[in-house]
């Protein structure tokens, strides 16, 4: 991740714990994308539960590294709109 913004300056590194938030919203997501694979899975395989979760599991993994970098994006955002500071140029 980018240390500050090339185009306003917002700075990304904030101070240590500062997004916390943003892995909230990353299990949220992985939670809610786990189980649609989970119960895609099962309609179309009819599987054990047990084995419908591991394959949802190694599924999701490749889309770890997009939705961590999404929920810290969407954090930003509702920090901004809660919060608006001026960028540092």
Known sequence: ???????????FRREPGYFLGAMCISYGAALV???????AL???TRWDLRKVTLFAVLLFLPF???ITLF???????F???IDPEPPNK
């Open 42 to 44: 099962w309609f179309i």
């Open 1 to 11: 991740m980018n240390e500050e913004c090339p185009v306003c300056g917002l700075r």
């Open 33 to 39: 994308a786990c189980t649609l694979i989970a119960a």
């Open 71 to 77: 929920s810290r994006v969407l954090w930003i955002y």
């Open 79 to 81: 920090d901004r709109a």
């Open 64 to 66: 770890t590294p997009a």
